[in-house]
């Protein structure tokens, strides 16, 4: 199968609980050997698309396939998905090696092949020694690995993470995205990764699909996702913004003149005229003084947060709205607390957004 | 003060311990009296109560009696018991609590109360052969022993475990078998434990539904008692205490006897 090929496709997946629509109308299409991630808040639905992959929930409306095969109302056991449960869920009554037979064990394997099996699972995740441990007497990082080459044992045609690595602490858990991403690549496996932290989901993806109340507000890979946002949640939610509410003066071509309570600002977007809006730019597109084919506003500085490589100064831009600059040291002076200054920004890096209730 | 209060609470464990030890020492000594008559200094030792226990009149029915009724109602008591635990654990039960302290309840009550309500009770529906009789009112007895501990070991099972075991390729009954089963092992096990025992030297609730030829082995011991209060019963109590001890021995190297005390997991 080539490499471009649909491996993994949910099809207008729909679930609900009672009154609440949890998933509603999920679409969405992951290639061999790629890397998804879903992002979302609390409560949007995230581990529920992955039990409904899984087999685990049973949707209401819609179709799974999974490497051809049509596994909508396949129970789980005989679907071939891997998973790695937040909680682990490692076995207790089994050593660390009994954990990652144990789906091989089932499936009636034959046992040098298991055992070849488990030792290679184990040398993955680099527990070779720990073979004989109990599963008590190991650590969160530790079972998160046993976790894992319990799930790659199998040799499933997806894996699926909910949240697996948020059990851990911080330093851990960087170094863990670092190779777990490798280990993935190297096994060639295909995963969606659930997470609500963002630094997790751009470190570890190919794509990352952002949902919201059981929907999927957009799926593009990293770098879109944050330079070109599809909706106010998606900038929200990944990364710092500025975002100020106006209404749409005059528009064209793509374009947007807004008016805003600093002034009148041109964006990117397509609306009528009258529109209330809101304008948005990343932090980095920011300098102090003038530039070309940019936006302006001038404020006093508010604060100035110093983070090594950058600094982050909030500018008081009046009428209640704030500018957030993110600015390096080599454009010049780092202005100070109660300066006046004047930013610009580069109008194609500029975008409305139509008002909605934000989330 | 805090070293006196020390002193004075070791020496308060030790008397307690000793003062619930005592009578089992001295029946265990009086086994071996050669003496029918018990007599405190002993003059000697003899085996030769022990080789009476089995020429005691009826004692081998009452005994299997006594086996049958308390294997037959801890096991039924470990399946029902089990999976109306799940239920109360698991399920989303209206009510649940009510329904589990109902299971518990006859913990709670005097013996003789619940051996006169079961016999009234099965004369008023007519069920009155002995032996069945006898198996359901043990299985009053057992239960909540079951019901309790295995409630108690569910609220700690994660039932992630069995969603895990499907997706590496067990069917539902199979990961319950695999996982759920094994990981419960000691709750099981304390759970057959007791229940055994607390059928085995059930007297208040078998004594109203006893008749001549079903006769368990505590309402027989009592009678020898009246007949002939020789060490004969001194050595059968003896040999019930030392299996009791060997069980308890063996699932304390198993699961650890302070989580059957429930102190602690
Ligand atoms: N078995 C269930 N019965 C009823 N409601 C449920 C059930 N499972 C999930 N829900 C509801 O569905 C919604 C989505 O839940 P889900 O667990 O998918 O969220 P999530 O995105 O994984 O959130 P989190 O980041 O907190 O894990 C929640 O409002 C939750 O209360
Ligand atoms: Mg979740």
């Known amino acids: ?359 | 003060m805090a070293r006196a209060a020390i002193i004075v609470c070791w020496v308060m464990a030790i008397g307690l311990a000793l003062f619930l030890i005592a009578p089992l020492l001295v029946i265990a000594a009086a086994s071996f009296s050669p003496t029918p008559v018990f007599d405190l200094p002993l003059t000697g030792a003899s085996t030769r109560w022990y080789g009476r226990i089995g020429r005691l009149d009826g004692f081998w029915p009452s005994l299997l009696l006594s086996l049958q009724i308390a294997l037959l109602s801890t096991a039924i008591s470990l399946v029902s018991g089990t999976l109306a635990a799940i239920a109360i654990a698991r399920g989303k039960l209206p009510g649940a609590n009510i329904f589990a302290t109902a299971l518990v309840s006859p913990l709670m009550m005097p013996g003789l109360v619940l051996g006169i309500a079961l016999l009234q009770g099965f004369r008023a529906v007519g069920f009155t052969a002995p032996w069945a009789t006898l198996l359901v009112a043990h299985l009053v007895i057992t239960l909540p022993y079951v019901a309790r501990t295995m409630i108690a070991g569910l609220a700690r099972f994660d039932f992630t475990l069995i969603e895990a075991a499907r997706t590496l390729g067990c069917t539902y009954p199979g990961s319950v078998l695999r996982v759920m089963v094994p990981a419960l092992a000691p709750s099981f096990l304390i759970a057959g434990i007791f229940s055994f025992l607390a059928s085995f030297d059930n007297y208040p609730v078998s004594i109203f539904l006893a008749d001549v030829r079903t006769k368990t082995l505590p309402i027989r011991m009592l009678q020898y008692i009246e007949e002939a209060p020789d060490p004969t019963l001194a050595a059968l109590s003896t040999l019930i205490l030392s299996g009791t001890v060997i069980l308890l021995f063996v699932s304390d190297r198993v699961v650890g006897l302070h989580r059957m005390a429930g102190t602690s997991d």
């Not at chain 1, 050593?95 to 993955?124: P, Q």
């Not at chain 1, 170094?175 to 932290?197: G, N, P, S, Y």
């Not at chain 1, 597109?285 to 490589?309: D, K, L, M």
Request: some cysteine.
């Open chain 1, 1 to 359: 199968m080539s490499e471009a090929a649909p491996h993994l496709v949910v099809r207008s997946v729909s679930k609900r609980y009672g009154p609440t629509t949890v998933l509603d109308h999920i679409d969405l299409t992951i290639r061999r050997g790629e890397l998804v991630t879903l992002l979302g808040p609390s409560g949007c639905g995230k581990t529920t698309l992955l039990r409904a992959i899984a087999g685990l929930a049973q949707p209401d409306t819609g179709k799974v396939e999974l490497a051809g095969r049509d596994i909508t109302h396949v129970p789980p056991h005989k679907r071939n998905v891997g998973v790695v449960f937040q909680s682990y869920a490692l076995f207790p009554h089994l050593t660390v090696a009994g954990n990652i037979a144990f789906g091989l064990k089932v499936r009636g394997a034959a046992r040098r092949e298991i055992d070849a099996a488990v030792e290679r699972a184990l040398s993955l995740v680099k527990l070779g020694h720990l073979a004989g441990r109990r599963i008590s007497a190991l650590s969160g990082g530790q079972q998160q690995r046993v976790a894992l080459a319990r799930a790659i044992a199998v040799e499933p045609d997806v894996l699926l993470f909910d949240e697996a690595l948020s059990a851990l602490d911080r330093k851990l858990r960087e170094e863990m995205q670092v190779e777990l991403r490798r280990l993935l690549q190297d096994v060639k496996a295909t995963a969606i990764f659930v997470t609500h932290d963002q630094d997790e989901a751009l470190t570890m993806s190919d794509r990352v699909a952002v949902m919201n109340k059981g929907r999927i507000e957009q799926l593009a890979e990293p770098r879109e996702l944050y330079l070109r946002p599809a909706s106010l949640f998606a900038l929200n939610f990944v990364g710092l913004s500025t975002r100020i509410a106006g209404t749409v003066l005059a528009a064209g071509n793509g374009k947007v003149e807004v008016e805003t309570k600093v002034g009148r600002l041109s964006a990117l977007g397509n609306f009528q005229a009258g529109s209330p809006v809101i304008v948005a730019a990343r932090p980095e597109q920011f300098r102090i003084g003038e530039q070309s084919e940019a936006n302006t506003a001038a404020g006093r500085v508010r604060s100035v947060v110093f983070q090594g490589s950058r600094t982050l100064v909030e500018v008081d831009a009046g009428a209640g709205e704030s500018l957030l600059a993110e600015l390096s040291g080599r454009d010049g002076a780092i202005p100070v607390v109660h300066d006046e200054i004047r930013l610009s920004w580069p109008v194609t890096e500029t975008f409305a957004f139509p008002m909605e209730m934000q989330a």
